[in-house]
C-alpha cells in the first residue's frame, strides 16, 4: 500500500495571510499530484494538478513539487474565510489508474 | 463541464437490506470509481473499472460488488448491508490515458441501521 501522509491539523491562519499544506508519498515511482479541496458535507473538487518538479500558480494557490524528498505542497496566499475546508493530497497509485488520497488538512481562515 | 451524478444524496437502509448506489457520468470517461469516505480513514476505493464489463478491486472490496453494464453507469452494490457501512460513498471517474484527473460526484451519505 502505497502511502500519502498529511498533518490532519487543524491550522489555524488569520485572514490575508500564506497557508501551506504539506504531504509526503512513499512511492518514488509516482507522476501524477493533485491537490483537491473539499467543505464539510460535500465532495472534493480539484484545485491544482502538478506534475514536474518545481512550482506550478494558479491565481492565489501555487503547488511546490519536489520528486526527490517526495512531497507535495500547497500554498494559499491573501488566505480568505471561504477557503475554510480540508485540503486532500492525492498521487497516483499502483494501478495507474486509481488515486492514493492523503486523510486531509483541515485548514481554518480566521477573519 | 463534467458531471459525475450520483442518484441519492442520502439514504437509510436496514441491516441485511441489499442496497445499490448508482453513478452516472456525461463525460465519456473510460474509468469510474467507487470511494468511501469515514471521518479519520479518509478517501479509501472500495472498487474500480476501466472498461465496460471490466472491474479491479481497490483496498476495501470485501462486503461489496459492481456492476458495470454501460460506459456512462458504475453501480456499487451492497449484497447484505450491515451498519459498518454506514459511510459516505462518493463516486468519480476520468479519462484513460489522460492526466489522471477525477471528478466527483456529490456523494451518498448511506446510513444502515
Known amino acids: 500500500q502505497k502511502e500519502v501522509e498529511q498533518n490532519s491539523g487543524p491550522l489555524s491562519v488569520p485572514e490575508g495571510a500564506i497557508a501551506s499544506l504539506n504531504c509526503t508519498y512513499s512511492?518514488?515511482?509516482?507522476?501524477?499530484f493533485f491537490w483537491y479541496r473539499q467543505y464539510s458535507g460535500k465532495s472534493p473538487e480539484l484545485i491544482m494538478s502538478?506534475?514536474?518538479?518545481g512550482d506550478k500558480e494558479d491565481g492565489r494557490f501555487t503547488a511546490q513539487l519536489n520528486k526527490a524528498s517526495q512531497y507535495v505542497s500547497l500554498l494559499i496566499r491573501d488566505s480568505q474565510p471561504s477557503d475554510s475546508a480540508t485540503y486532500l493530497c492525492?498521487?497516483?497509485?499502483?494501478?495507474?489508474?486509481?488515486?492514493?488520497f492523503g486523510k486531509g488538512t483541515s485548514l481554518l481562515v480566521t477573519p | 463541464d463534467v458531471k459525475v451524478t450520483q442518484s441519492s444524496r442520502y439514504l437509510v437502509k436496514r441491516t441485511g437490506e441489499k442496497v445499490f448506489l448508482e453513478c452516472v457520468q456525461d463525460?465519456?470517461?473510460?474509468?469510474m470509481f467507487w470511494y468511501r469516505q469515514d471521518p479519520g480513514l479518509g478517501l479509501r476505493l472500495i472498487y474500480f473499472?476501466?472498461?465496460?464489463?471490466?472491474?479491479e478491486k481497490g483496498d476495501i472490496p470485501e462486503g461489496y460488488s459492481v456492476s458495470r453494464e454501460k460506459k456512462e453507469r458504475f453501480s456499487l452494490i451492497l449484497e447484505s448491508a450491515s451498519t459498518n457501512q454506514t459511510s459516505m460513498y462518493l463516486c468519480?471517474?476520468?479519462?484513460?490515458?489522460?492526466?489522471?484527473?477525477?471528478?466527483f460526484g456529490a456523494g451518498t451519505r448511506l446510513s444502515v441501521l
Open positions: 492525492a498521487v497516483n497509485g499502483d494501478s495507474g489508474y486509481a488515486l492514493n
Open positions: 512511492d518514488r515511482g509516482s507522476q501524477s
Open positions: 502538478i506534475y514536474s518538479n
Open positions: 463525460m465519456d470517461h473510460e474509468n
Open positions: 473499472s476501466y472498461d465496460v464489463k471490466m472491474k
Open positions: 468519480a471517474s476520468n479519462l484513460q490515458g489522460g492526466v489522471n484527473i477525477q471528478y
